[in-house]
C-alpha cells in the first residue's frame, strides 16, 4: 500500500498569482500523478510526473500552466500558475504501486478569487 | 477508447440494506479494475482491486465481482450503514497502460 500526503489542503488565491501543491508518498512508488476534479465532475488526469525528466501532459493541459517536478520516487510537485477562477478545483495527487493498485493523497482544495 | 459507465448515478436506501453498484465499461482488455470510496471534498479511497484473472474480491462488508467478457463490475455492500454514504467510482486500467479510465460514479446515500 502507500500513503500520500498534500500539502497545502486547501488555499484561496488571488487571480494571476501562482501556488505550488506538494506531494509525497511514504513509500517508492512506480509511477505518480496529478488529477483535477472541478466541482461535481469525475476525475480529470492532468499529467503523469516522471521522474528525472519532464511531466507527460494529457490533451488541454501545457507544461506552462501546470509546470510538475518529480526529484526522486517519493516527491512530487503541481504548480498552478497564472490562476483565474476556471482553475478552482481539487488537485489529487495519485501513485501507482508495483502491484499495479493506485492511491490517492486527500486532495488541496484550490479557490482562485 | 475505453470508456466506463456506472449505474445509477445516485441511490438512497435504508439503513441495513444489501445494495449492488453497477460498473460497465467497453473494452475488455483490461488489467484491473479498482473500487474507490469518495467522501466530499476528499480524496479517494481504495477499496478493492480486482486483477483480470480474478471473479471477485471481498473485504469485509464489500464484495466485488468481475466478469470481464460481458464488460461487467459489481460491488455489493451488505447491512449498509450510515457511514456507507459517499460517492463510489469504479475504475478500468487497460492492458499496456498505466493510466485509470473512471466512471461517472454512483452517489450513495444511507438513511438512518
Known amino acids: 500500500s502507500a500513503v500520500i500526503s498534500q500539502k497545502p489542503s486547501r488555499d484561496i488565491c488571488q487571480r494571476g498569482t501562482s501556488l505550488t501543491i506538494q506531494c509525497q508518498v511514504d513509500s517508492q512508488v512506480t509511477m505518480m500523478f496529478w488529477y483535477r476534479q472541478q466541482p461535481g465532475q469525475s476525475l480529470t488526469l492532468i499529467a503523469t510526473?516522471?521522474?528525472?525528466?519532464?511531466?507527460?501532459?494529457e490533451s488541454g493541459f501545457v507544461i506552462d500552466k501546470f509546470p510538475i517536478s518529480r526529484p526522486n520516487l517519493t516527491f512530487s510537485t503541481l504548480t498552478v500558475s497564472n490562476m483565474s477562477p476556471e482553475d478552482s478545483s481539487i488537485y489529487l495527487c495519485?501513485?501507482?504501486?508495483?502491484?499495479?493498485?493506485?492511491?490517492f493523497g486527500p486532495g488541496t482544495r484550490l479557490t482562485v478569487t | 477508447k475505453q470508456e466506463v459507465t456506472q449505474i445509477p448515478a445516485a441511490l438512497s436506501v435504508p439503513e441495513g440494506e444489501n445494495l449492488v453498484l453497477n460498473c460497465s465499461f467497453t473494452d475488455s482488455a483490461i488489467y484491473n479494475l479498482q473500487w474507490f470510496r469518495q467522501d466530499p471534498g476528499k480524496g479517494l479511497t481504495s477499496l478493492l482491486l480486482?486483477?483480470?484473472?480474478?471473479r471477485e474480491q471481498t473485504s469485509g462488508r464489500l464484495n466485488a465481482s468481475l466478469d470481464k467478457s460481458s464488460g461487467r463490475s459489481t460491488l455489493y455492500i451488505a447491512a449498509s450503514q450510515p457511514g456507507d454514504s459517499a460517492t463510489y467510482l469504479c475504475a478500468v486500467r487497460i492492458l499496456g497502460n498505466e493510466k485509470l479510465t473512471f466512471g461517472t460514479g454512483t452517489r450513495l446515500t444511507i438513511i438512518p
Open positions: 495519485s501513485a501507482l504501486t508495483g502491484s499495479y493498485e493506485q492511491y
Open positions: 480486482i486483477q483480470s484473472s480474478q
Open positions: 510526473a516522471n521522474q528525472g525528466s519532464e511531466a507527460t501532459y
